[in-house]
């Protein structure tokens, strides 16, 4: 089993929706949950960090569930400027080691 | 201030020949990671330091593939001899908390 699994995608919805991925990892002692973006051919980039309590930053919400170990990310008002693949990233500890997910890849459409 | 920096951007090469890639993490930040990245296996870490020791090298591939850090400012993946396989993109991230800065990458291809 992989450490942190994602679907794939793409999902493709059109701009205005409302949008959510979940990701799940393996490792229960697990200590630290992050999205990060990639857009096409680019570097991936910190989109947020993901706590116990959830966060929300804009348009964008993050969600933490240590019993099931899953994280999500809903992205509201889906613009066509946030087509890219999402990664989700977790620390599991040892030095400052990220195990990253594959990716899922989001497509807003018109 | 300037981000990661990786040198060459892209790097054609043919089967057998050495191919050493290069960065330049972000002044201050105390790790430095390797990455690779294809389709299939998505974003794979290779190999890691931290003050300029390797900490854990579990990725790399096979003895083909070398890293080094002489300072603080500048660390070398190196690939002899490279294959077809070694085709991918190759991130440096650095950082000093838990958020990773990647480089632009090295887009590698080997024929």
């Known amino acids: 089993r992989k450490e942190v699994e994602q679907d794939p995608g793409p999902f493709n919805v059109p701009e205005g929706a409302t949008v959510a991925f979940n990701c799940t990892y393996s490792n229960s002692a697990s200590q630290s949950f992050f999205w990060y973006r990639q857009d096409c051919r680019k570097e991936p980039k910190l989109l947020m960090s993901?706590?116990?309590s959830g966060n929300e930053d804009g348009r964008f919400t993050a969600q933490l569930n240590r019993a099931s170990q899953y994280i999500s990310l809903l992205i509201r008002d889906s613009k066509l400027s946030d087509s890219a693949t999402y990664l989700c990233v977790v620390f599991t500890g040892g030095g400052n080691k990220l195990t990253f997910g594959t990716g899922t890849q989001l497509k807003v459409e018109l | 201030d300037a981000g990661v920096i990786q040198s060459p951007r892209h790097e054609v090469t043919e089967m057998g020949q050495e191919v050493t890639l290069r960065c330049k993490p972000i002044?201050?930040?105390?790790?430095l990671f390797w990455y690779r990245q294809t389709m299939m296996r998505g974003l794979e870490l290779l190999i890691y330091?931290?003050?300029?020791?390797?900490?854990?090298d579990s990725g790399m591939p096979e003895d083909r593939f070398s890293a080094k850090m002489p300072n603080a400012s500048f660390s070398t993946l190196k690939i002899q001899p490279s294959e077809p396989r070694d085709s991918a993109v190759y991130f440096c991230?650095?950082?000093?908390?838990?958020?990773?800065?990647f480089g632009p990458g090295t887009r590698l291809t080997v024929t």
């Open positions: 993901v706590y116990s």
């Open positions: 991230a650095s950082s000093s908390g838990y958020e990773q800065y």
């Open positions: 330091f931290n003050n300029n020791v390797p900490i854990d």
């Open positions: 002044s201050g930040h105390d790790y």
